[in-house]
């Protein structure tokens, strides 16, 4: 009864343990509506840009009118996969 498993241990031994102290912090601005100002929204699809980009297509849920998200790397960030 899935028993052949063993039990992993607890605590050391494993992965060290990440110092989230040190850790960098990468801010994201979160979508808000254009119509009004509102940041809930029902996603209806996304869109690959082809690029690393992400179009999502969403619905407001204050105001219910369409908007679009698009998601794009930075320019500092270190896209390798289909570069352009
Ligand atoms: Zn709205």
């Known amino acids: 009864?899935?028993?052949?498993e063993p039990a992993p241990e607890r605590g050391e031994?494993?992965?060290p343990r990440t110092d989230w102290s040190a850790a960098?912090?990468?801010?994201?601005e979160r979508a808000v509506c254009p119509h009004c100002g509102g940041?809930?929204?029902d996603r209806t699809r996304s869109v690959s840009?082809?690029?690393?980009?992400?179009?999502r297509l969403v619905h407001c849920r204050t105001c219910h009118e369409p908007y679009r998200i698009c998601e794009e790397f930075p320019a500092s960030g270190n896209l390798t996969t289909r570069a352009w």
Do not use: C, E, F, Q
């Open 1 to 4: 009864m899935g028993a052949s």
């Open 13 to 15: 031994g494993r992965k």
């Open 24 to 28: 960098p912090t990468v801010y994201v």
């Open 39 to 41: 940041a809930g929204y």
């Open 49 to 55: 840009g082809g690029d690393g980009s992400v179009t």
